[in-house]
């Protein structure tokens, strides 16, 4: 294997990684050692355990997501928008004991008003932004956290994080209506769960228990259920990122499954999208870093 540099998607959970050679990735690997479960002196053996086979030598290391955050191996503190998604002037090294290791964390980019914060996303957003060069509008980033992005001139303009995928989690594994999920889908269930939301965002609080109600006295099913509460709250999300999409085509970046559903969503309010592989989006960020440092050598 040839490998020039390695790419690094760290993130709360997992580990991912990708020996880079001239045309692109030539070996892959990763682990569930996320940064949630490490402490900071355990981040390069757990980095060497994935990449350690690969080193023949000093090799350059790119990382972006959690593993620049406050409780990481190192903190990269945000940069604040407006600005490139990416700056490889404010790469934060990392000293390693393993002198074969130079390795050197992306930070995330802040917002001061509203409040808001992202790690690993921008460089999805750079990567895009170098897969489709002169792109001007909206990027949505589905996730856990989803992030919506206003992107112009190749700057991140303003974003806005949603909490929907973890108030999915919680609500359908934690809460009173789950005793009403099961597995299964049902598309009208979650069309109608999108455009109830988008209706009356205002009486999703008490929407939500109609589930659990029409489970018990009318036999909802639970594949239906689980739906509509996935339509529900991506509803609501889409009526708080509304002045993100309206008017808008919006490129999404991220799972295809989940992508889909925000795709299908939008389509309902006529918007048109085209979804990015997150993967790829990552890799080509972590790349144009890769490029702009080397060219500042």
């Known amino acids: 294997m040839a490998i020039d540099w390695i790419a690094v998607d760290w993130g709360t ?12 990735p030539v070996v892959q690997g990763g682990s569930d050692r996320g940064m949630g479960s490490l402490k900071p002196h355990e981040f390069e053996a757990a980095l060497l355990q994935v990449v350690g086979p690969w080193l023949t030598g000093p090799v350059p290391v790119l990382a972006c997501g959690m593993v620049g955050a406050r409780q990481g191996w190192r903190e990269a503190n945000y940069r604040a928008v407006p600005c490139t998604p990416t700056d490889p002037a404010a790469l934060v090294r990392v000293p390693t004991a393993d002198a074969r290791l130079d390795v050197r964390i992306a ?16 460089t999805q957003v750079a990567g895009a932004l170098s ?8 990027m949505c980033l589905p996730g856990t956290h989803s992030k919506w992005v206003r992107v112009s001139a190749g700057e991140v303009v303003s974003f806005q994080t949603f909490m929907t ?16 999920m099961a597995e299964g889908w049902d598309d009208d269930a979650f069309d109608a769960g999108v455009a109830e939301a988008l209706a009356r965002p205002e009486r999703i609080a008490a929407r939500l228990f109609s589930l659990r109600a029409e489970g018990l006295l009318h036999a ?31 490129k999404l970046i991220g799972a295809q499954a989940l992508s889909a559903l925000y795709a299908r969503a939008l389509a ?3 918007v048109m999208t085209e979804t990015l592989d997150a993967t790829a989006c ?10 702009n440092l080397k060219g500042a050598k």
């Open 165 to 180: 995928g973890e108030l999915f989690a919680l609500l359908s594994s934690q809460s009173v209506l789950r005793h009403s």
């Open 282 to 291: 990552t890799l080509a960020g972590l790349g144009r870093l890769h490029l």
């Open 107 to 122: 930070p995330g980019l802040s917002q001061d008003k509203p409040a808001d914060v992202m790690r690993g996303e921008e």
């Open 131 to 138: 897969l489709h060069p002169g792109f001007d509008g909206v």
């Open 13 to 24: 959970s997992n580990l991912r990684a990708w020996g880079m050679g001239p045309g692109g």
């Open 268 to 270: 309902a309010q006529a």
């Open 220 to 250: 909802l099913p639970g594949s239906a259920a689980r739906a509509r509460l996935s339509g529900m709250l991506i509803g609501l999300e889409l009526a708080g990122a509304k002045p993100y999409w309206l008017g808008q085509a919006v």
